[in-house]
């Protein structure tokens, strides 16, 4: 007989001060979701790599997981955490806070319920809204698991005093999962004219045609944000006060 366990999984998104995280576990109580306590007693998140693609207004993200259940066979509902910290005031329940958003399992493109988190309810947790789906494993089957979607750029004044700046980040929240995560590995790729403040983001490094973050065998409790002057957003500006 399956074991039925209830589990959050997915990923970040952070929008001015909301922020979303990627997988950490949650059940079911008194009709709404709330933050799992402790490990998953088998299912294991092995390793995650997550590409952002930073445009003027949004960032495009594809975060690719792979599970691997260590126990019996059973049934876990994954979800995708929306909103954080409680302070939206003008947040709406009755619709998302992503542009677009899709999931799957080992190729399957898998439709995710988006559920309400009840305010009476829900034991602290800090978000508003999880998408819900239910992925199965066999004894020892690994998976894996893509989420896709699009998200509005951060903004908030910049850390030097001066004006203002964009930004996207990464929740890792995958302590909820069995063990350590092996690998960690986040690209950010931007299609637009930016000043990256990589000073202020301990381990972010420039490659050739990008920025990278990695971690290995740890884990996976780290809120990462990458702040950058967005130069087109200025570009903007400047020429509507021209005209």
């Not at 004894?139 to 203002?164: F, M, N, Q, W």
């Not at 637009?192 to 381990?203: P, Q, Y």
């Not at 990695?214 to 957003?233: D, G, P």
Request: hydrophobic content about 35%; charged content about 25%; aromatic content about 14%.
């Amino acid at each position: 007989m399956k074991k039925l366990i209830f589990i959050l999984c997915l990923s970040l998104f952070l929008f001015v001060s909301n922020v979303f995280s990627n997988d950490s576990g949650i059940i079911a109580v008194g009709g709404t979701w709330v933050v799992m306590k402790g490990e998953h007693p088998s299912v294991q998140m092995e390793r995650e790599t997550i590409d952002m693609n930073v445009y003027k207004e949004f960032y495009d993200v594809v975060v690719v997981f792979t599970f691997k259940n260590n126990g019996d066979a059973c049934d876990v509902f994954m979800g995708f955490p929306e909103s954080g910290y409680g302070d939206m005031g003008g947040y709406n329940y009755n619709s998302s806070g992503f542009i677009t958003f899709s999931t799957s399992v080992n190729g399957v493109t898998i439709d995710a319920k988006r559920e309400i988190v009840k305010e009476e309810t829900s034991d602290g947790d800090t978000y508003k809204a999880y998408w819900i789906k239910q992925v199965s494993f066999k004894d020892g089957e690994t998976k894996k698991i893509i989420v896709k979607y699009r998200s509005p750029l951060g903004s908030g004044i910049a850390y030097t005093g001066h004006g203002t700046d964009d930004f996207v980040s990464y929740v890792f929240s995958g302590g909820n999962w069995q063990g350590k995560v092996a690998e960690s590995k986040v690209n950010i790729y931007f299609h637009i004219s930016a000043d990256v403040r990589t000073e202020e983001t301990k381990g972010l490094i420039k490659e050739l045609d990008h920025y990278t973050y990695y971690r290995t065998n740890w884990e996976a409790e780290e809120y990462l944000r990458i702040n950058f002057k967005n130069n087109e957003k200025k570009d903007s500006f400047d020429n509507e006060n021209q005209q």
